[in-house]
């Protein structure tokens, strides 16, 4: 059983549906490589107009306040006009993020996309992707790729590189060793992010509708029409980081919306050097920094720039409100008395990330991430981007119904003459 995590010892991040760090725009549907795990399906609409992002940008700017703007897909370095994407976001005043495989990413590509405002990237690397020339290679393998893309990254310069990976359950133990190789280039690796694979299944337990009709879930990327549903957690993921180092912790969290003690985003913050982490910050340092960020900028702090991250000595002031700050502190000093070189090694603060997707539970009900910062826009709505296929398909949400509480034939005919279920609230 996964280790038990208590909200209490934790910040909960403040964000909300209208007043929230990140939101992701989705400018084109088509990518260039499969993803095992990815809940976007390669749609032949392909990419969008600069018209229709643009009102997509419109649409965030009216309903949600906030700091950066991941734009993702499919893949947004296949739109034609990416260049143009992010100018669009970076001329609005956001840091435009962009989330993608890095297949298609040159150099000069790079450089032209920090030109036109980019603030950073965070590249998905994992094992369940067929990327070219290196399907089938393991976690560490990959870390080839992911040093390539972190030294693009730092050569370009002011750009902050982060790393997603989907942890199925057969690679959950490599999560310990990429966070030991981020750790060895915690001077340009800047955030690690660990999402758990998570997939419904049809196998007997739900039935599944759109409204008050059954609906065929054939064609959903994350349903698996013979298989148990795969069900690793956020915690899961932490135990099996803390296993090989005891000391870790994270200082921040979301919940779910239907469970509030499922942590939904782990955040975790340390400082030290590539060859000694001195230890993770706790709730208050990343109290203090959400607040007096949104005190400064009216809005709550997303990606932050390299030069930040490089430095982690100046963050240790921290150490007066937040006791793990200040045992980073006492560490640090006493390596300094320990052998005084150690005062002229710069100190670093890297972020880990955990998130868990969507669960549903035993009565049907699906647990989201309470404050999605992955909200995203369809039809000039904000919805769920990871589960828009659904709002494509049917047009609504599905819900879900245990198998035992349905009704008899006869009672499903009147329900069928009512009015739809409603569905799901985004928060």
Request: glycine residues 6%; charged residues 25%.
């Amino acid at each position: 059983m996964a280790v038990t995590l208590e909200p209490g010892n934790y910040y909960r991040l403040p964000w909300s549906l209208t007043d929230n760090a990140i939101s992701w725009l989705e400018p084109t549907w088509k990518c260039n490589i499969y993803c095992d795990g990815c809940y976007r399906i390669n749609d032949p609409r392909g990419h969008k107009t600069l018209e229709a992002i643009s009102a997509e940008l419109d649409v965030f700017e009216r309903f949600r306040k906030t700091d950066g703007v991941s734009i993702a897909g499919g893949d947004p370095l296949t739109h034609p006009d990416c260049v143009e994407v992010t100018s669009m976001v970076a001329k609005r005043g956001l840091k435009p993020i962009i989330n993608t495989n890095g297949v298609a990413l040159t150099p000069e590509m790079l450089h032209d996309l920090k030109k036109a405002g980019a603030k950073g990237f965070t590249f998905h690397v994992d094992s369940g992707q067929h990327r070219p020339n290196w399907k089938g290679k393991s976690e560490l393998e990959l870390c080839e790729v992911r040093l390539k893309f972190a030294e693009m990254l730092a050569r370009e310069g002011g750009l902050t590189c982060s790393f997603n990976s989907t942890v199925y359950p057969h690679t959950l133990d490599t999560v310990p060793d990429l966070v030991a190789w981020a750790q060895e280039h915690i001077d340009i690796v800047h955030v690690m992010v660990f999402i758990a694979f998570r997939s419904a299944a049809m196998d007997g337990r739900f039935q599944y509708y759109a409204g008050g009709e059954k609906v065929d879930l054939e064609g959903l990327p994350y349903i698996k029409s013979s298989e148990r549903p795969v069900e690793t957690t956020s915690n899961d993921l932490y135990e099996k980081i803390q296993q090989r180092w005891p000391d870790f912790d994270s200082a921040a969290y979301l919940n779910g919306t239907h469970k509030p003690d499922s942590f939904k985003w782990l955040l975790s913050g340390r400082i030290g050097t590539a060859k000694q982490i001195y230890g993770y910050v706790g709730p208050k340092f990343m109290e203090v920094a959400q607040m007096f960020y949104h005190l400064k900028h009216d809005r709550y702090l997303a990606y932050t720039d390299p030069k930040v991250h490089r430095r982690g000595r100046g963050m240790l002031w921290a150490s007066i409100y937040d006791r793990k700050t200040k045992a980073i502190r006492n560490r640090w000093l006493g390596a300094v008395l320990r052998n005084p070189l150690n005062l002229f090694k710069r100190l670093h603060f890297q972020s880990i990330m955990i998130i868990q997707p969507v669960d549903i539970l035993d009565d049907g009900m699906h647990n989201m991430c309470d404050s999605c910062p992955d909200i995203t826009v369809h039809e000039g709505e904000l919805v769920w981007s990871c589960r828009l296929e659904e709002k494509i398909k049917y047009g609504r949400f599905m819900h879900t119904v245990p198998r035992e509480q349905e009704h008899p034939e006869e009672e499903k005919t009147v329900e069928r003459k009512s009015e739809p279920a409603p569905e799901l609230p985004l928060t």
